[in-house]
């Protein structure tokens, strides 16, 4: 057996939008309306319902403690809290996350808690939402409410999740709400998240609350598809793109050049304003990763930043993602490298499969491979020296997955989303006994 380093955070990790439903009583976000929109989300599914989590996180909390899960990720819904994005609190939205923090309590379970995981108010994206430099100050105020309530109750704080799929593929490719198709709204859009997240540290450090604050970012390793120098060079800019352009402004307090260079010909950037990158540059307690694949990149003319993708051969999850640990260890040594060996938590790793249930259970075998290996990743990078403190799984129940609805299940737990019905699926188990034993038993080395 390998075992982990003692007081190795361990959790399962969720979303507000992607499991709440209670629909009645928050506000519209733009993922309300983006779901209304025709094709934009698969079968026409929406976050209405979801897992009902909004009536039933009494009995999720036990299944938490039931399965030994000690840490648990959820985010706050800014548009259950501010239903018109004004600032008009609605008491009965922060009542059911007091509620929420007193069962985890009462089970000994620790919050991490993301504040922003996608669900903005509609009426802030009327206003122009992640485009528009307001938003940065109106972030902050809900921030400051939320800390107000609740910063004397969470260990653990993340401003953002995912700022590159917020703004590439909610204002760039125009996958995610709200839907804009337009580069430099892109830019814009990532500018004012980062920016946002880097005035909530100070705010957060001005407070002098007990916990730690941190920014989780989606990075992948991306690798040159063969020999060729032109594919090197595609690599870079993917990595660019997906990676650095959110990590140096975060930890170096400025955007890479390479980069600057290539988004010139789409925007002035007079955006960025004197003192924006020491802002978004603030201090960090930790950096949140969230894991999934990895790229293979070739030289293609006409594509976006001139990079092709290509297959690397390996299995792929049934989202199509291909599945390949290494790459995580890959990256996290890579951050300790580039980035000053950073605290680190995984955030959110895991995949989707086409689970069924037989005999009222569910056999994921391919979910437990994918978590093994991704694990003994982790296990590698912290050999080398990497300062990884935690790991969550996504996600803990299968919920609403974006623009494919429920058809994608990446749940530890399976729903039933007719009864509601919850059912530990094979891994969870599987899940609980890494976490008593805190260590991982090898069946077989991963490629
Ligand atoms: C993350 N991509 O989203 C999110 O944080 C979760 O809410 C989500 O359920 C999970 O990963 C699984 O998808 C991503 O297209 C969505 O590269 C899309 C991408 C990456 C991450």
């Known amino acids: 057996m390998r075992k982990f380093p003692e007081n190795f955070v361990w959790g399962t990790a969720t979303s507000s939008f992607q499991i709440e439903g209670g629909r009645e009583s928050r506000g519209e976000s733009i993922w309300d309306q983006f779901c209304k929109n025709p094709g934009k989300v698969l079968n026409g599914d929406h976050g209405e319902v979801a897992c009902d989590h909004i009536n039933r996180y009494k009995e999720d909390v036990q299944l938490m403690k039931d399965l030994n899960v000690p840490w648990y990720r959820f985010s706050i819904s800014w548009s259950r809290v501010f239903p018109n994005g004004d600032r008009v609190v609605n008491e009965e939205g922060l009542q059911f996350y007091d509620n929420l923090l007193t069962e985890l309590e009462k089970q000994g379970i620790k919050p991490a808690v993301t504040l922003y995981h996608w669900d903005l108010p509609q009426a802030l994206q009327?206003?122009?939402?992640?485009?528009?430099?307001?938003?940065?100050?109106?972030?902050?105020?809900?921030?400051?409410?939320?800390?107000?309530?609740?910063?004397?109750?969470?260990?653990?704080?993340?401003?953002?999740?995912?700022p590159w799929v917020v703004s590439w593929?909610?204002?760039?490719?125009?996958?995610?709400?709200?839907?804009?198709?337009d580069i430099p709204a892109f830019l814009k859009a990532a500018h004012h998240v980062l920016l946002s997240h880097g005035v909530v540290v100070k705010r957060f450090r001005e407070r002098q609350l007990p916990g730690e604050i941190g920014i989780t970012l989606n990075l992948n390793s991306s690798y040159p598809f063969d020999e060729n120098a032109s594919s090197a060079e595609a690599t870079v800019r993917w990595?660019?793109?997906?990676?650095?352009?959110?990590?140096?402004?975060?930890?170096?307090?400025?955007?890479?050049?390479?980069?600057?260079?290539?988004?010139?010909?789409?925007?002035?950037?007079?955006?960025?304003?004197?003192?924006?990158?020491?802002?978004?540059?603030a201090a960090v307690d930790f950096l949140g990763i969230n894991y999934y694949s990895i790229s293979y990149l070739t030289h293609q003319p006409g594509a976006w930043l001139e990079a092709g993708h290509e297959s690397g051969g390996h299995r792929r999850t049934s989202m199509g993602w291909e599945v390949y640990a290494k790459g995580l260890s890959d990256l996290l040594i890579r951050l300790k490298n580039d980035y000053d060996n950073p605290?680190?938590?995984?955030?959110?790793?895991?995949?989707?499969?086409?689970?069924?249930?037989?005999?009222?259970?569910?056999?994921?075998?391919?979910r437990v491979q994918y978590l093994q290996e991704h694990l003994d990743a982790c296990l590698d990078a912290i050999d080398a020296g990497v300062?990884?403190?935690?790991?969550?799984?996504?996600?803990?129940?299968?919920?609403?997955?974006?623009?494919?609805?429920?058809?994608?299940?990446?749940?530890?737990?399976?729903?039933?989303?007719?009864?509601?019905?919850?059912?530990?699926?094979?891994?969870a188990k599987w899940f609980q006994q890494v976490i008593v034993n805190n260590g991982l038993k090898i069946q077989q080395q991963y490629t």
């Open 126 to 162: 009327d206003k122009g939402g992640w485009m528009n430099r307001d938003i940065v100050e109106e972030f902050a105020h809900y921030c400051d409410v939320i800390f107000d309530r609740f910063g004397d109750r969470v260990s653990n704080w993340i401003t953002h999740n995912e």
């Open 169 to 181: 593929l909610g204002y760039g490719s125009g996958e995610h709400a709200p839907g804009y198709r």
């Open 239 to 281: 990595d660019g793109f997906l990676n650095r352009w959110f990590l140096d402004p975060v930890f170096k307090g400025h955007y890479p050049a390479d980069m600057l260079e290539h988004y010139s010909v789409y925007t002035d950037f007079s955006f960025v304003k004197d003192g924006d990158l020491e802002t978004m540059s």
């Open 343 to 366: 605290v680190i938590y995984v955030t959110e790793n895991g995949a989707a499969y086409d689970d069924v249930v037989t005999n009222g259970e569910v056999q994921d075998p391919d």
């Open 387 to 427: 300062d990884l403190k935690g790991y969550f799984a996504w996600s803990f129940l299968d919920n609403f997955e974006w623009a494919f609805g429920y058809c994608k299940r990446f749940g530890l737990v399976y729903v039933d989303f007719e009864t509601q019905q919850r059912i530990p699926k094979e891994s």
